[in-house]
């Protein structure tokens, strides 16, 4: 073997070497992130000001206690249940409205969503912002009523917009947040609270059909699980299809294709196609046998 020969092949070893090296490296590192991104247990690897808050999507299938009393933003006493009594879902938002950032961006993010769905608040469903700071009164909430109703474009019935305060019942709040499984807390340091943000979407009973996190929201998402939480009341006939092929998936926060629905659906056409198509052969063919 000639010198030139040994030398190409021994530099084609060295680039293989680096390359396999390369690839280790890389197939490691996703392992590590991938590890860190299933365990949320790992609250060491948090900020402290971001431990022991969130929400438990352990308490989707539950029911709210909708007989509570809280403060509503013209200073009257009403009870959750008031905005359950017409029958429409309900989407319920854990805020407070001197937050200085991700209450304002939720809020921000709900409005823009409501302009652009098709259902609207007050007509196809209520929406219910409930203050997590029990020292805010409804002179807060009328003002950031106002503000929220100015951002909406179009038509709406104002009593389906409601901000809720707690003043006096400290108790109802806390039992309320238990029941949705929302944790937050007090940060002394930054004088704000530490907490998420989400839709709660709640039945006409008040049962947690589904929690949407975040503070912008995808349009198909939050129309469809409203559809879903209304057991088919609100929406058209194209909804109610693409609840058949769809199911809510709590890790994406969205609806995803569920093949095992569409399996079901597919068979289910099948049979009808074949029954349009043979029911009148077999009659035909009866009719014939008949006549002979």
Known sequence: MNLNLLLQLLIKEFFEMKKYYVLLFITFLLASLEAGAVDPKQTALLPKELEFI????????????????????????VSLSSQFLDGKPVLLS?????????CSIHMN?????FNEMDLKPGVDF????????????????????????????????????????????KANLDKLTKELGFTYRWD?????????AAFYVLSPEGVITQIVPGVGFDKKTVRLS?????????????????????????????????????????????????????IPMWRKERSKGANS
Request: with cysteine; aromatic share 10%; glycine share 6%.
């Open 188 to 196: 002394e340091k930054t004088k704000q609270f530490a907490h998420t």
């Open 109 to 113: 993010g709900a409005a823009a969503l």
């Open 226 to 278: 409203l559809v879903e939480a209304s057991d088919g009341k609100i929406g058209n006939t194209i909804d109610k299809l693409l609840l058949i092929c769809f199911e809510f998936d709590p890790n994406k926060s969205k609806y995803v294709l569920y093949s095992w629905n569409v399996m079901r659906a597919a068979s289910a056409l099948t049979v009808l196609i074949l029954g349009i198509i043979l």
């Open 94 to 102: 854990m805020v407070y409205y001197n937050c200085p950032g991700l």
């Open 126 to 169: 209520n929406w219910i912002a409930v203050s997590m700071d029990h020292n805010e009164s409804a002179d807060l909430a009328v003002e950031k009523k106002i503000n929220y109703m100015d951002q909406f474009s179009g038509e709406y019935a104002e009593a389906g917009w409601r901000f809720l305060t707690s003043k006096n019942s």
């Open 54 to 77: 969130g929400i438990d999507k352990a308490v989707v299938g539950s029911t709210i206690t909708t007989d509570l009393e809280f403060t509503d933003e013209e200073g009257e006493i």
